[in-house]
Protein backbone atom coordinates (compact mmCIF):
# COMPACT_ATOMS: atom_id res chain seq x y z
CA UNK A 1 0.00 0.00 0.00
CA UNK A 2 1.42 3.36 -1.05
CA UNK A 3 0.26 6.55 0.44
CA UNK A 4 -0.25 8.58 3.22
CA UNK A 5 -3.33 6.58 5.89
CA UNK A 6 -5.12 10.46 4.59
CA UNK A 7 -4.91 9.08 1.16
CA UNK A 8 -5.95 5.61 1.54
CA UNK A 9 -8.87 6.68 4.70
CA UNK A 10 -9.89 10.23 3.05
CA UNK A 11 -11.73 11.75 6.26
CA UNK A 12 -15.54 12.40 5.73
CA UNK A 13 -17.40 15.43 5.95
CA UNK A 14 -19.61 15.35 8.67
CA UNK A 15 -22.61 17.89 8.79
CA UNK A 16 -25.41 17.80 11.37
CA UNK A 17 -28.36 20.14 11.28
CA UNK A 18 -30.24 21.82 14.47
CA UNK A 19 -31.89 24.80 15.81
CA UNK A 20 -31.13 28.47 16.82
CA UNK A 21 -32.28 30.21 19.88
CA UNK A 22 -34.96 31.89 17.31
CA UNK A 23 -35.55 28.29 16.08
CA UNK A 24 -34.31 28.83 12.82
CA UNK A 25 -32.76 25.83 11.06
CA UNK A 26 -29.06 25.64 11.03
CA UNK A 27 -25.54 23.68 10.67
CA UNK A 28 -24.73 22.92 14.24
CA UNK A 29 -21.60 20.83 13.18
CA UNK A 30 -20.12 20.85 9.43
CA UNK A 31 -16.36 19.46 9.53
CA UNK A 32 -14.56 16.28 8.47
CA UNK A 33 -14.85 13.58 11.09
CA UNK A 34 -12.53 11.80 13.63
CA UNK A 35 -10.84 9.28 12.81
CA UNK A 36 -10.24 5.97 15.37
CA UNK A 37 -7.45 3.68 14.58
CA UNK A 38 -4.07 3.64 13.86
CA UNK A 39 -4.65 3.21 10.16
CA UNK A 40 -2.16 1.29 7.73
CA UNK A 41 -2.42 -2.61 9.28
CA UNK A 42 -5.91 -1.90 11.92
CA UNK A 43 -9.27 -0.65 11.34
CA UNK A 44 -10.61 2.47 11.55
CA UNK A 45 -13.73 4.34 12.54
CA UNK A 46 -15.39 7.49 11.74
CA UNK A 47 -18.39 7.64 13.94
CA UNK A 48 -21.06 9.77 12.41
CA UNK A 49 -24.04 10.23 15.18
CA UNK A 50 -25.46 7.74 17.73
CA UNK A 51 -28.42 7.73 19.76
CA UNK A 52 -29.11 6.09 22.92
CA UNK A 53 -32.95 5.57 22.58
CA UNK A 54 -35.22 5.26 19.68
CA UNK A 55 -37.30 7.33 18.87
CA UNK A 56 -34.59 9.83 19.18
CA UNK A 57 -35.45 13.00 21.18
CA UNK A 58 -34.82 15.98 18.90
CA UNK A 59 -33.99 19.29 20.70
CA UNK A 60 -32.69 22.31 19.46
CA UNK A 61 -28.59 21.71 20.03
CA UNK A 62 -26.91 18.57 21.53
CA UNK A 63 -23.35 17.53 22.24
CA UNK A 64 -21.65 15.76 19.74
CA UNK A 65 -22.06 12.38 20.97
CA UNK A 66 -18.93 11.21 18.71
CA UNK A 67 -16.64 13.12 20.93
CA UNK A 68 -13.99 11.22 22.42
CA UNK A 69 -12.62 7.60 22.16
CA UNK A 70 -14.55 5.35 19.88
CA UNK A 71 -17.14 3.37 21.70
CA UNK A 72 -17.43 -0.31 20.45
CA UNK A 73 -20.54 -0.90 22.94
CA UNK A 74 -24.14 -0.85 21.18
CA UNK A 75 -26.33 1.00 22.85
CA UNK A 76 -28.79 -0.63 24.55
CA UNK A 77 -31.79 0.66 22.87
CA UNK A 78 -30.40 3.36 20.02
CA UNK A 79 -28.30 3.18 17.34
CA UNK A 80 -24.88 3.88 15.83
CA UNK A 81 -23.88 5.42 12.28
CA UNK A 82 -20.55 4.68 11.47
CA UNK A 83 -17.64 4.26 8.65
CA UNK A 84 -15.33 1.52 8.77
CA UNK A 85 -12.02 1.25 7.02
CA UNK A 86 -10.78 -2.51 6.60
CA UNK A 87 -7.29 -2.81 5.60
CA UNK A 88 -6.25 -6.59 4.17
CA UNK A 89 -6.61 -8.81 6.96
CA UNK A 90 -2.75 -10.84 7.31
CA UNK A 91 -2.85 -14.22 6.20
CA UNK A 92 -2.19 -15.64 9.55
CA UNK A 93 -4.83 -13.86 11.51
CA UNK A 94 -7.20 -15.18 13.20
CA UNK A 95 -10.93 -14.40 12.00
CA UNK A 96 -12.85 -12.54 15.47
CA UNK A 97 -15.48 -13.85 15.57
CA UNK A 98 -18.58 -12.90 17.46
CA UNK A 99 -22.40 -12.15 17.52
CA UNK A 100 -23.92 -8.54 18.93
CA UNK A 101 -27.22 -7.95 20.46
CA UNK A 102 -28.18 -6.07 17.38
CA UNK A 103 -29.41 -5.40 13.58
CA UNK A 104 -26.85 -4.07 11.41
CA UNK A 105 -27.32 -2.61 8.21
CA UNK A 106 -23.49 -2.38 6.52
CA UNK A 107 -23.06 -1.16 2.59
CA UNK A 108 -19.92 -1.66 0.86
CA UNK A 109 -18.84 1.41 -0.44
CA UNK A 110 -15.21 0.38 -1.48
CA UNK A 111 -13.28 -3.07 -2.14
CA UNK A 112 -14.52 -5.97 -1.02
CA UNK A 113 -15.12 -8.17 1.96
CA UNK A 114 -15.94 -11.27 3.39
CA UNK A 115 -18.45 -12.25 6.17
CA UNK A 116 -17.49 -15.48 7.61
CA UNK A 117 -20.28 -17.42 9.62
CA UNK A 118 -19.66 -19.87 12.29
CA UNK A 119 -17.41 -21.62 10.81
CA UNK A 120 -14.36 -21.84 8.01
CA UNK A 121 -16.74 -23.50 5.72
CA UNK A 122 -16.37 -21.42 2.34
CA UNK A 123 -19.62 -22.39 1.85
CA UNK A 124 -20.68 -20.28 5.08
CA UNK A 125 -19.03 -17.30 3.83
CA UNK A 126 -20.80 -14.79 2.33
CA UNK A 127 -18.53 -12.14 -0.22
CA UNK A 128 -20.16 -8.73 -0.46
CA UNK A 129 -18.23 -6.07 -3.63
CA UNK A 130 -19.04 -2.26 -3.76
CA UNK A 131 -22.21 -1.44 -3.72
CA UNK A 132 -23.71 -4.54 -1.88
CA UNK A 133 -25.99 -4.48 1.40
CA UNK A 134 -26.26 -7.15 3.99
CA UNK A 135 -28.76 -7.08 7.08
CA UNK A 136 -26.63 -8.40 9.84
CA UNK A 137 -28.98 -10.13 12.60
CA UNK A 138 -27.12 -11.24 15.59
CA UNK A 139 -25.65 -13.91 13.54
CA UNK A 140 -22.22 -15.62 14.19
CA UNK A 141 -19.80 -13.92 12.20
CA UNK A 142 -16.25 -12.58 11.35
CA UNK A 143 -15.19 -9.89 8.99
CA UNK A 144 -12.13 -10.76 6.59
CA UNK A 145 -10.22 -8.80 4.24
CA UNK A 146 -8.93 -10.94 1.42
CA UNK A 147 -8.16 -8.52 -1.27
CA UNK A 148 -4.74 -6.18 -2.02
CA UNK A 149 -6.85 -2.76 -1.07
CA UNK A 150 -8.82 -1.34 1.48
CA UNK A 151 -13.01 -1.71 2.16
CA UNK A 152 -14.50 0.72 3.14
CA UNK A 153 -18.48 -0.17 4.91
CA UNK A 154 -21.11 2.37 6.00
CA UNK A 155 -22.38 1.00 8.84
CA UNK A 156 -25.67 1.69 11.16
CA UNK A 157 -26.47 -0.83 13.99
CA UNK A 158 -29.26 -0.71 15.51
CA UNK A 159 -30.06 -2.58 19.75
CA UNK A 160 -32.05 -5.58 19.18
CA UNK A 161 -33.09 -8.16 21.59
CA UNK A 162 -32.91 -11.70 19.86
CA UNK A 163 -36.13 -12.98 21.30
CA UNK A 164 -36.52 -16.35 23.85
CA UNK A 165 -37.31 -18.96 20.86
CA UNK A 166 -33.83 -17.78 19.52
CA UNK A 167 -32.05 -17.94 22.34
CA UNK A 168 -33.29 -21.85 23.42
CA UNK A 169 -31.38 -22.46 20.13
CA UNK A 170 -28.49 -20.17 19.95
CA UNK A 171 -27.71 -19.72 24.25
CA UNK A 172 -27.75 -16.36 25.85
CA UNK A 173 -25.73 -13.59 24.01
CA UNK A 174 -22.12 -13.63 24.60
CA UNK A 175 -20.13 -10.69 26.51
CA UNK A 176 -17.96 -8.85 24.24
CA UNK A 177 -15.24 -5.95 24.65
CA UNK A 178 -14.22 -3.56 22.53
CA UNK A 179 -10.07 -5.61 22.52
CA UNK A 180 -11.88 -8.42 20.73
CA UNK A 181 -12.25 -10.91 23.45
CA UNK A 182 -14.93 -12.66 24.51
CA UNK A 183 -15.55 -13.09 27.84
CA UNK A 184 -17.57 -16.01 29.92
Known sequence: MSGSNHELYPNLRRIVTGHADDGRSIALIDDLCVYHGEGGSSWRVQDIWEHDQVPVPIDAS??????????????????????????????????FMHRTNSV?????????????????????????RKGDTIVQR???????????????????????????????????????????????
Open 62 to 95: EPDPTAGPVNFELPETGIRVRITDIPPTPADAKP
Open 104 to 128: DYLHVLEGEIVMQMDDDDPEHEIVL
Open 138 to 184: ATNHAWVNRSDKHCRLFIVMVAGRITPSLEDIIGKMPDWDPDHERAG
